[in-house]
């Protein structure tokens, strides 16, 4: 199993700037696509950014503020949120694509969910 580790959430007042991580552990062989989604109370759960194939994605609400990034030797993506605006306050989640050494070291594919970590903007 992959297992992913949130951390970095917060209070922030607008216009701040906050970094998640999303740490994966197992015997991971190779991420396909990472990315990070958020969910506002009562709205449903949304893409905010990805990699993939070596490209980044951004939803067009956090164009030019947010930055996704990983570090492949640390098995960790990164979200760098700047510029903080109140609608940005959600329950923020990773998800992880990709392939593992299961038991008997068989490869597997895995998606794996994050825990999520709250992102609150105010002042």
């Known amino acids: 199993q992959v297992q992913l580790v949130e951390s970095g959430g917060g209070l922030v007042q607008p216009g701040g700037s906050l970094r998640l991580s999303c740490a994966a552990s197992g015997r991971i062989i190779r991420f396909n696509a990472m990315g990070w989604y958020r969910q506002a109370p009562g709205k449903e759960r949304e893409l905010v950014a990805a990699i993939s194939s070596g490209r980044t994605m951004y939803a067009d609400s956090v164009k030019g503020r947010f930055t996704i990034s990983r570090d492949n030797a640390e098995n960790t993506v990164y979200l760098q949120m700047n510029s903080l605006k109140p609608e940005d306050t959600a329950v923020y989640y990773c998800?992880?694509?990709?392939?593992?050494?299961?038991?008997?070291?068989?490869?597997?594919?895995?998606?794996?969910w994050g825990q999520g970590t709250q992102v609150t903007v105010s002042s």
């Open positions: 998800n992880l694509e990709g392939s593992y050494f299961g038991d008997s070291s068989y490869i597997l594919n895995f998606s794996s």
